[in-house]
C-alpha cells in the first residue's frame, strides 16, 4: 500500500509560478515510479508527467515541456511539480500517483485543486 497526499495547490495569476508536491507513505519511497495527472471540469483525466523510480528519468506531456518539471526528494519522501507561466487553460484538479507494478498508476492521491485566473 502507498499513501499519497497532494498539497500546494491554490489561486494563482496567469504568468505566476507554483510547485505543488506529494508526500508518499507506506512504502520505500524508492522503489516506484511516480507521476502527476491532471483533470479539468467536463474533461478526461490527462498525463503530465512521470519520473522513475530513482529520479534519473523524466517523461512530460508535449504540450507541457518546458513549463511544467517534476523532481522527487528522496530524504523527504516528496514528488514535485513545478509550474511555470500558468495559463488559465492549467486551472484543474492535480493529482500525483505511484506506479508500483509494470504498467499502470496503482495508487492515487485525493487531488489538489489548482486555479489560474485571467
Known amino acids: 500500500q502507498v499513501q499519497l497526499v497532494e498539497s500546494g495547490g491554490r489561486l494563482v495569476q496567469a504568468g505566476e509560478s507554483l510547485r505543488l508536491s506529494c508526500v508518499a507513505s507506506?512504502?520505500?519511497?524508492?522503489?516506484?515510479?511516480m507521476g502527476w495527472f491532471r483533470q479539468s471540469p467536463g474533461k478526461e483525466r490527462e498525463f503530465v508527467a512521470r519520473?522513475?523510480?530513482?529520479?534519473?528519468?523524466?517523461y512530460y506531456a508535449d504540450s507541457l515541456k518546458g513549463r511544467f518539471s517534476i523532481s522527487r526528494d528522496h530524504t523527504k519522501n516528496t514528488m514535485y511539480l513545478q509550474m511555470n507561466s500558468l495559463k488559465p487553460e492549467d486551472t484543474a484538479i492535480y493529482y500525483c500517483?505511484?506506479?508500483?507494478?509494470?504498467?499502470?498508476?496503482?495508487?492515487w492521491g485525493q487531488g489538489t485543486q489548482v486555479t489560474v485566473s485571467s
Open positions: 507506506g512504502r520505500t519511497f524508492g522503489s516506484f515510479s
Open positions: 519520473i522513475s523510480a530513482n529520479g534519473n528519468a523524466t
Open positions: 500517483a505511484a506506479q508500483t507494478g509494470a504498467y499502470v498508476f496503482d495508487y
